[in-house]
């Protein structure tokens, strides 16, 4: 009951500890990379966010399609606040990486590298989905086309990938291959948290943002109840 | 389904008509084409290989498909028109159908153009880089007249449409480049053609929504 | 015909049409009148199905082939001639004799003469007898005419007037306009929006 | 002559307004080079020179001057609007000038974010490519205005506009392209300003007889 | 004010007016009636200096300046809002104080509550009022209005009915109207297009 209506709360709790624990495994816990040494460590943050860029991207699409689909009261805006997320996301993947690319490439950024070029297409696309949103005036018609915008994503993610395997890259790593992951257990074991943990703090960002949303219509209907 | 059909060749015909009378699309695509192939034979001296040649081909076709895309809704979105179709009983997706199927004849005009053109200046397109093109247009004009929709609904219009379209044309281009770069580019045509096949099936189950509230 | 309950539509922060509960039976005649800016287009988009509502539920008993819309825009191609235009309709509705009924609405509306001149050539009057001609051109069941004696001369307003008492049986219509009074013989209600 | 000058000055804040008005344009300008950007990546293989680079820089520059006069006068065509302006009391060259000048700022704005990123991606640009990319935004646009007004102004002439824009665009390319791959460019510079302020002086004469009657 | 002599006009082969005499002296309030496609517009836009007479000739004695023209399309930017519009062309204009006449114009016709919303989200009604604005604006000495009262709903005629009276006295009026009669007590004159 109290986790109901503190869903907020409680998640954010939990996204704090998480975060907490995962920083604890990486700097004091998991081993330094045996090649990459320090600058490694940077990999259990460049790749859950990555990953759960991917995962908001893929929620907003499950929510545009439900509000195709079914006209689920809310999903736009739900859509959209993950798409938002998942934006930031992308953006600290960005980040990391060319950290990451700075320490072990020496350089910020490689053309040379197919993946990195792809997420950054697929970060413009995102981009281009609130460019899309803000020109259209807000109504029905907004909804419907950025979530059709929105399910375009989603396809256009794994055609990308396919694109890539086709032009083979090497330079950026490939860890979790068919076979498994490629790692350490110890270093599984802290990526996995480090997932969780980032995992957890998108879930409590997007229902901040979203409670923020609602209440600030909610408002705007006082308001204008009142004038 | 004949039904369907005809609706859309109705549609595509029409679009075909306007195109005739107000020539405001296909002399664009030409015109770019032209300076398209002008500038190549400046900056592409014959040291540089095919390569790039083939490159600077691709890139000019999905910037010429994209300023024919960008005109494609004008006529319907200036006066309102897009509510005149809506109504009809027809299949809304046959609007879009209809479209493409216009913007791929404007699209394959240019091309008949531009590809002789190229292989005279610069180097014979082998049949494999045909095919790429031939199957890059079907995913230009699928998913370029859809995302038209959505630009004609902005208020930012032409200015949109080139950020929606090129991240999605992306993989065409990475698609078509190889098929007509690479020793065997039936891989790549592959790329293509399930490109084709994904956004094209998307576009024509989801366009209804772009037009309707 | 039409049953509205509640219905409401905003646009952005600003209430145009609401709470509006609406019931025609098929073979009324409801003429919508109210100040410029009132929410008349806005109701008869509604019922055309252009617009969705924001709140409430609106039922339309027939399909899209059904429906004629007048709307302030002429929906017709500038480029194209009186005739391609219908034509065009024609089609998309699948009229069975669409050419013929083109040219019996061209005649009736007095347009014959310009048939094949460019839409876009036309004055305003002979825009909206055109924009006639297509909504009538299906038979619909159910007449959305927003304005429909806009612009039309004094013969054209005796023509319209007339076209209407004879389709007024068995169809249901929507009619919004500034003075009713014209209407007056025809209307079976009305409805005052503010 | 100060009147003049308020004139355009107020037609080209306008047609800037309605630029500004319904999107974010610098958000969007950057989004569109950082996407053509990455179009070229894949287009070109590392390997070819500089030169193609050049190629594609210019293929890019003649898109976006394209797609800005497309729109150019758009608002005013779909809705008449031109009647409005030819009626006000101003000269009518002003108009002219205020497109013309609105036309600009949008390119170089264009060109401001693409260069450095062309110059950071590909090749450093040197002092002679970014005075042939200034000399060609002029002429550009002191044609392409004329040229889009004749289409706004009356169908009949509509036909023309691209047509005649074919053969006044390619001097403009040419002297660009000429200009930025040569080795010494300075030939071409001299084109270019040539060819500007010969065609600026016949817009800037002749455009009260193509908006009017 | 306007003098036509043999005036004509023809689109292509299609004779639209005809050797037409206009005499008009300054404070003159003429109608202008017909049937659609009679010509009405097309004169109006001869007078306006939109259109070249193809014969006869035609002198209108005041400059651009002092002539206000209310076409059939509203002159207005879909994108920019009311206020905007007015701005732009009071300042094309050269109008000393246009931003208060703005303000005062946009109150009179009911505007002023929306005067920072965009004009292509405007209904029809109150896009013909901000026409209406536009072309009062600078008050011109010449008015050629076509059709003034389309759209508009009873209050928005009394209003533009009031409004024409007030501007009568030394003002030169050139009125294109499908009904007359609302226009009676003004009128000094009417001619009829056929
Ligand atoms: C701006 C630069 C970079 C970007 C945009 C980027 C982007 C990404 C993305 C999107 C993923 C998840 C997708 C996937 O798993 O295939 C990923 C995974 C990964 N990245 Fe990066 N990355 C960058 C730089 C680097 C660098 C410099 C390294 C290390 C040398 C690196 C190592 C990894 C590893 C090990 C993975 C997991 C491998 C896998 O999932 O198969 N990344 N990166
Ligand atoms: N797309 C839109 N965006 C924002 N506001 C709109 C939009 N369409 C209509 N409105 C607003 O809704 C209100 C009603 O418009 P509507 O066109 O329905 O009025 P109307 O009754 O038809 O007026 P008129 O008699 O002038 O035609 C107006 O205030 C208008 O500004
Ligand atoms: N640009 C044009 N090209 C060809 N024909 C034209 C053009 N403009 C007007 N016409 C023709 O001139 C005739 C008169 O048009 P006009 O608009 O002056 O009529 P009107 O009296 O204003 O009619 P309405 O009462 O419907 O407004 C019409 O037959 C029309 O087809
Ligand atoms: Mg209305
Ligand atoms: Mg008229």
Redesign the pocket.
């Known amino acids: 009951m109290w986790l109901r209506n503190n869903a907020v709360a409680a998640t954010a709790a939990l996204a704090v500890v998480l975060i907490a624990a995962a920083v604890a495994l990486i700097f004091f816990w998991v081993p330094e990379d045996a090649d990459?040494g320090f600058s490694?460590k940077i990999?259990y943050f460049?790749?859950p966010l990555?990953?759960t860029?991917?995962a908001c991207f893929g929620w907003g699409a499950l929510k545009a399609f439900l509000h195709l689909w079914k006209r689920t009261p809310g999903a736009d805006l739900e859509s959209y606040v993950a798409i938002h997320l998942g934006v930031i996301f992308?953006a600290l993947?960005?980040?990391?990486?060319?950290i990451?690319?700075?320490?072990?490439?020496g350089v910020?950024?490689?053309w040379s590298?197919q993946?990195?070029v792809?997420?950054?297409v697929?970060f413009l696309f995102y981009s281009a989905y609130f460019m899309l949103r803000f020109s259209v005036d807000p109504g029905p018609g907004r909804a419907n086309i950025s979530a059709v915008y929105a399910l375009f994503g989603v396809v256009l993610i794994p055609v990308s990938?396919l694109a890539i395997r086709l032009a083979q890259d090497f330079?950026?790593?490939?860890?979790?291959?068919s076979e498994g992951p490629r790692m350490a257990g110890s270093m599984f074991f802290t990526f996995c948290v480090s997932w969780a943990a980032i995992l957890a703090l998108a879930s409590a960002l997007y229902r901040i943002e979203l409670a923020g949303k609602r209440l600030d219509t909610s408002l705007r209907e006082l308001r204008e109840a009142l004038e | 389904m004949r039904r369907y059909a005809t609706d859309v060749y109705t549609l595509a015909r029409k679009d075909l008509l306007l195109e005739l009378r107000a020539r405001n699309t296909v002399p664009a695509m030409l015109l770019f084409v032209v300076a398209t192939l002008v500038v190549f034979h400046f900056a592409l001296p014959a040291s540089s290989g095919n390569k790039a040649a083939y490159g600077l081909l691709w890139v000019a076709l999905v910037f010429t498909a994209l300023l024919g895309l960008v005109r494609s809704f004008a006529a319907e979105r200036d006066q309102g028109l897009l509510d005149g179709l809506v109504l009809a009983p027809c299949d809304r997706s046959a609007i879009w159908l209809g479209k493409a199927l216009a913007m791929l004849a404007f699209l394959i005009l240019a091309e008949v153009v531009a590809l002789p053109a190229f292989s005279i200046f610069f180097s014979g397109v082998d049949g494999t880089t045909v095919a790429g093109v031939a199957l890059a247009d079907l995913g230009i004009c699928a998913v370029g007249t859809l995302l038209a929709a959505m630009a004609a609904a902005s208020r930012a219009r032409e200015l949109l449409l080139p950020l929606l379209f090129l991240p999605l044309a992306i993989p065409i281009v990475i698609g078509g480049v190889g098929a007509s770069v690479v020793a065997d580019g039936g891989r790549y045509l592959g790329l293509l053609a399930v490109y084709d096949g994904i956004f094209a099936i998307i576009c024509w189950a989801s366009f209804e929504y772009v037009v309707t509230e | 015909m039409i049953r509205a309950h509640g219905l409401s539509r905003r646009f952005g922060a600003k209430r145009v049409i609401e709470g509006l509960d609406l019931d025609l039976e098929r073979g009324d005649f409801l003429v919508v009148t109210g100040a410029n800016g009132s929410g008349k287009t806005t109701l008869l988009r509604l019922c055309a199905g252009l617009l969705a509502p924001t709140a409430g539920e609106l039922r339309v008993e027939t399909g899209r082939a059904g429906i004629g819309f007048l709307a302030h825009e002429p929906l017709l191609y500038r480029e194209l001639t009186a005739l391609e235009n219908l034509d065009l309709y024609g089609r998309l509705y699948r009229i069975p004799e669409h050419r013929e009924r083109s040219g019996m609405l061209l005649e009736r509306f007095g347009l014959w003469r310009v048939r094949n001149e460019r839409t876009g050539s036309f004055s305003r009057g002979m825009v909206q007898r055109l924009a006639l001609c297509r909504t009538l051109l299906h038979e619909p069941e159910l007449l959305l005419l927003d304005e429909p004696f806009n612009a039309l001369d004094a013969e054209g307003t005796e023509l319209l007037a007339g076209e209407l008492e004879e389709l007024r049986p068995g169809r249901t219509f929507l009619v919004a306009t500034h003075d009713p009074a014209r209407l007056a013989g025809l209307a079976s209600g009305s409805l005052a929006l503010a």
């Open positions: 990459q490694q990999f460049h790749v990555a990953l860029a991917y992308g993947t960005l980040i990391t990486g060319s990451w690319a700075r320490a072990s490439w910020w950024w490689s590298s993946q990195l792809l997420f950054l697929l990938f330079i950026h790593p490939v860890v979790f291959s």
